[in-house]
T-cell receptor
Framework: SQQGEEDPQALSIQEGENATMNCSYK?????LQWYRQNSGRGLVHLIL?????REKHSGRLRVTLDTSKKSSSLLITASRAADTASYFC????????????FGKGTHLIIQP | GAVVSQHPSRVICKSGTSVKIECRSL??????MFWYRQFPKQSLMLMAT?????????EQGVEKDKFLINHASLTLSTLTVTSAHPEDSSFYIC?????????????FGPGTRLTVT
């Protein structure tokens, strides 16, 4: 199965700065989703962007999608210590009956 | 939002024994649930798609006889790791989609950490 790639694999920034994570994938998709995982815990859904959308906002999150380049980016603005976590992109190729294919993740550390 | 629970959260078992993990959708009916596995510091890998009332669909490379999945009702799917070995030690996470929401968002359980000694 296809596996997305995130970069960077790890990112450490100061509180208040913006964090940008990128994701690339290999196949055609129906949608792309971003999830957050705190250490050893379950996943929290952050945002979903459909293949016919180019940009989406939710609070401090901004996601872009470029289907021609098969890539997406997640921007977290005004970062907080509580944003420290691993972030994964996940793609869905078909409809809702399909599982997700996850990228390798970016581990984000926000330094106070 | 929709809630998915898993039980147990942690389990330690001896090599050769079987372990059952439950995944429940608490406030919605899920005709389809998904099982993922995550090794330390790695990403999640889809193991299988669990369909209520029918056989699960396994991803390539996942042994169906080793990882038994039963979707007995619209709110419960179970994953049984049979004849567990230390290499089966991992974090197992289930998810479900709420078809009533009409979205593609999946709701994830908190995960089960399996350690095989």
């Amino acid at each position: 199965s296809q596996q997305g790639e995130e970069d960077p694999q790890a990112l450490s920034i100061q509180e208040g700065e913006n964090a940008t994570m990128n994701c690339s994938y290999k196949t055609s998709i129906n949608n792309l989703q971003w999830y957050r995982q705190n250490s050893g815990r379950g996943l929290v859904h952050l945002i979903l962007i459909r293949s016919n959308e180019r940009e989406k906002h939710s609070g401090r999150l901004r996601v872009t999608l470029d289907t021609s380049k098969k890539s997406s980016s997640l921007l977290i603005t005004a970062s907080r210590a509580a944003d420290t976590a691993s972030y994964f992109c996940a793609t869905m190729e078909g409809g809702g009956a399909d599982g997700l294919t996850f990228g390798k993740g970016t581990h984000l550390i926000i330094q106070p | 939002g929709a809630v998915v629970s898993q039980h147990p959260s942690r389990v330690i078992c001896k090599s050769g024994t079987s372990v059952k993990i439950e995944c429940r959708s608490l406030d919605f009916q899920a005709t389809t649930m998904f099982w993922y596995r995550q090794f330390p510091k790695q990403s999640l890998m889809l193991m299988a798609t669990s369909n209520e009332g029918s056989k699960a669909t396994y991803e390539q490379g996942v042994e169906k006889d080793k990882f038994l999945i039963n979707h007995a009702s619209l709110t419960l799917s179970t994953l049984t790791v049979t004849s567990a070995h230390p290499e089966d030690s991992s974090f197992y996470i289930c998810s479900a989609r709420d078809p009533g929401q009409g979205s593609y968002e999946q709701y994830f359980g908190p995960g089960t950490r399996l350690t095989v000694t």
